[in-house]
């Protein structure tokens, strides 16, 4: 584990199987219980890798009955972020590409899958994909991370990891 890495969090806290991970902030887009407009994401461990299940509604609209896709990639960059506690890094997207294969649906359950494809320095590769009831893959996504410090994320990113060292 990178030294830079707060103490309790990390792969520690996401050390069992199907455990659910902690949001990344309370108001957090993709996974914030406090964000009145988020996805309100939860990811569990899955090996390796991490795994949640997702449902766009009428918030996500794009097209009609169709998730947007920027509501599409953000589910995808935060269940990278999620990932990040299974690898035990502190990191952030520096490149996001998301393939869309077929339309995401509102009201219909997705499930989400990532895990690190591998890993050069400071460099996390990981790949993504959602999947639908029938296990058709309609979204793909590979992402660049980068490694960082905590000073990096400023006082307030100070406090969040402090919380998340508490639980």
């Known amino acids: 584990m990178n030294d830079t890495y707060p103490?309790?969090?990390g792969p520690a806290t996401a050390?069992?199987?199907d455990e659910f991970l902690p949001p990344h902030a309370q108001d957090c887009l993709g996974c914030g219980p406090g964000n009145p407009h988020g996805h309100?994401?939860?990811?569990?461990?899955s090996g390796e890798g991490?795994?949640?299940?997702?449902?766009?509604?009428k918030r996500h609209v794009g097209a009609p009955g169709i998730a947007h896709g920027g509501a599409v990639a953000t589910v995808v960059d935060d269940l990278f972020g999620f990932l990040l506690y299974v690898v035990g890094e502190l990191a952030v997207t520096r490149?996001?590409?998301?393939?869309?294969l077929a339309p995401v649906?509102?009201?219909v359950p997705y499930q989400c899958q990532a895990?690190?494809?591998q890993r050069?320095?400071?460099?996390?590769?990981?790949?993504?994909?959602?999947k639908d009831q029938g296990g058709l893959v309609v979204v793909t996504a590979r992402a660049l991370f980068l490694t960082v410090d905590v000073a990096h994320f400023g006082d307030e990113g100070a406090a969040t990891f402090d919380m998340l060292r508490r639980r």
């Open 7 to 9: 103490s309790g969090v």
């Open 15 to 17: 050390a069992k199987d």
């Open 40 to 45: 309100h994401l939860q990811a569990r461990r």
């Open 50 to 57: 991490v795994d949640a299940q997702h449902v766009f509604d």
């Open 95 to 100: 490149n996001l590409n998301v393939e869309y």
């Open 105 to 107: 649906r509102l009201g």
């Open 115 to 117: 895990e690190l494809a």
């Open 120 to 130: 050069e320095r400071r460099k996390l590769f990981m790949n993504a994909r959602v």
